[in-house]
């Protein structure tokens, strides 16, 4: 079964850090373009930060210096370190898997997880 998991959300100051984390099953993520997204409450979803099957990480203007993307191929897992969190960042976060592109917008990735919650206070 195909199956992407997220997971390490939570509630922080402004400039904590949280360390998330989608774990793959039924696949093989490092063959595969892997984002990170997000989505505040009225906003619409919005890339945060994509690795190609190369390894070859992109990142939102709003994020970069302060997230890092990453995988562990060993673990099939994806890994999305956020350092110097802002108020802004709250959000649910989503990862996602395609065979074929980084896509912009997550609904063109074949496989989606569920989402974790991350909420930084100020």
């Known amino acids: 079964q195909v199956q992407l998991v997220e997971s390490g959300g939570g509630s922080v100051q402004a400039g904590g850090s949280l360390r998330l984390s989608c774990a793959g099953s039924?696949?093989?993520?490092?063959?595969?373009?892997l984002g990170w997204f997000r989505q505040a409450p009225g906003k619409e979803r919005e890339q945060v930060a994509t690795?190609?099957?190369?390894?070859?990480?992109s990142y939102a203007e709003s994020v970069k210096g302060r997230f890092t993307i990453s995988q562990d191929s060993a673990k099939n897992t994806l890994w999305l370190q956020m350092n110097n969190l802002k108020p802004e960042d709250t959000a649910m976060y989503y990862c996602?898997?395609?065979?074929?592109?980084?896509?912009?917008?997550?609904?063109?990735?074949?496989?989606r997880g569920q989402g974790t919650q991350v909420t930084v206070a100020s």
């Open positions: 996602a898997a395609d065979p074929w592109k980084c896509a912009n917008f997550a609904y063109e990735y074949k496989h």
């Open positions: 039924g696949f093989r993520l490092s063959t595969y373009c």
């Open positions: 690795m190609d099957d190369e390894g070859v990480p």
